[in-house]
């Protein structure tokens, strides 16, 4: 590293890590937490085998939070698990990956389609921190009943409202507010949807 970035900071870096601050990843207790999420990952791709009731514990034990109803069909890449929250009756298919490095916050009645893509993962634009391997994150959150199609990645820091749905493949760079939906790269809303519309539920298989 070519200069000291953390100088007079006394602070881990799991907790830099924490507070959302820059940090660098090669801390012996952020190591160890990953290597948890990864073996529980697979344990749970090996339970799903029996059944989402086998599977439903380990999913607890990964996961922070993990609402009645929650069907996750593996596999399941995360970075630790337990800063994600996912609200009860959601549905996610196969090959989310859920970078939690910041929280991941999942409402009800979602339906997040296969190969998602949640990140909360920042990096420096300057190139000399981002050669010093410098991180950070920012925190991500979907409303209730929302729709991710198919291969949508949705970057730091964004929040998606109730109700809303994101076509398939779209990038989500910014905000996207309840009760639209939303397209492309960036995406961008492209029309309402009404009360009822909403309220009727989504299938994002």
Not at 48 to 61: C, F
Not at 111 to 130: D, K
Not at 147 to 155: A, D, N, R, S, T
Request: charged share 20%; hydrophobic share 40%.
């Amino acid at each position: 590293m070519s200069q000291d970035y953390f100088a007079g900071d006394p602070r881990t870096q799991l907790e830099r890590m924490r507070a959302g601050d820059l940090y660098l990843a090669d801390d012996p207790e952020i190591a160890r937490r990953q290597r948890r999420a990864m073996r529980l990952a697979v344990r749970y791709q090996a339970a799903h085998l029996e059944g989402p009731e086998a599977a439903r514990p380990v999913l607890v034990e990964l996961l922070g939070a993990v609402g009645e109803g929650v069907e996750v069909r593996p596999p399941l890449y995360v970075d630790y698990g337990s800063n994600i929250s996912i609200g009860a009756r959601t549905f996610v298919n196969y090959c989310l990956t859920a970078l939690d490095v910041a929280a991941i916050t999942i409402g009800e009645d979602c339906q997040i389609g296969p190969n998602v893509q949640l990140l909360t993962p920042t990096h420096p634009v300057e190139p000399g921190p981002r050669r010093d391997k410098l991180e950070a994150a920012r925190p991500l959150s979907i409303g209730d009943n929302v729709w991710l199609g198919g291969g949508v990645i949705v970057c730091p820091g964004v929040t998606i409202g109730d109700n809303s749905v994101i076509g398939a493949g779209a990038v989500v760079t910014r905000d996207i507010p309840a009760n639209v939906v939303a397209v492309g790269n960036p995406a961008r809303p492209v029309r309402d949807l009404e009360p009822e519309e909403a309220a009727d539920g989504h299938g994002a298989h």
